[in-house]
């Protein structure tokens, strides 16, 4: 099957993003996710994946769409994963709220917060008073310009991969793209 590409990121990946991999990495893969969205779910896994079986060749940059229309807790997990961020533990809350997606009421990300270690008062006035929903609207917004539309969304190399996000295909559409 042959990979159809379009659209591009409107944002190129910057030191504003949360990334994992070296900025010289052949490869960049960037996903605009929902926490609460069980595609996102499902893709969680092959990333990991795909992280291990690329290794400095690839690095991962992961940004907010919160489709809270469809998923109520999407946009608290999201700011949950920004209000970490500001302690430094962005990556350990993103694999928390992936992993723990059928629980993802406001108790359980203050739960999560002190599973982490995090200053869990200070993590619980952000979160209650939403001090980094503006961060979350960037994304958003930057995914809306890149023509985001639902989740996950992946860029590879600032370019949309349209098509299944089964590990084969990634990975396919991954090693292409590093010619």
Known sequence: MKTQLSGSLNLPVSARDHTQGLATASITLAEYGDYECPYCGETYPIVKQLQEKLGERLRFVFRNFPLSAAHPHAQDA???????????RFWEMHDLLFENQEALEHGDLIRYARELGLDAVRFKNELSRHTHAPR????????????????????????????????????????????
């Open 78 to 88: 999201a700011e949950a994963a920004e209000t970490a961020a500001a302690q430094d």
């Open 136 to 179: 979350v609207r960037e994304d958003f917004m930057s995914g809306v310009r890149s023509s985001v539309n639902g989740t996950p969304t992946f860029f590879i190399n600032g370019v949309r991969h349209d098509t299944s996000f089964d590990f084969d295909t990634l990975l396919s559409a991954l090693e292409r793209s590093s010619r």
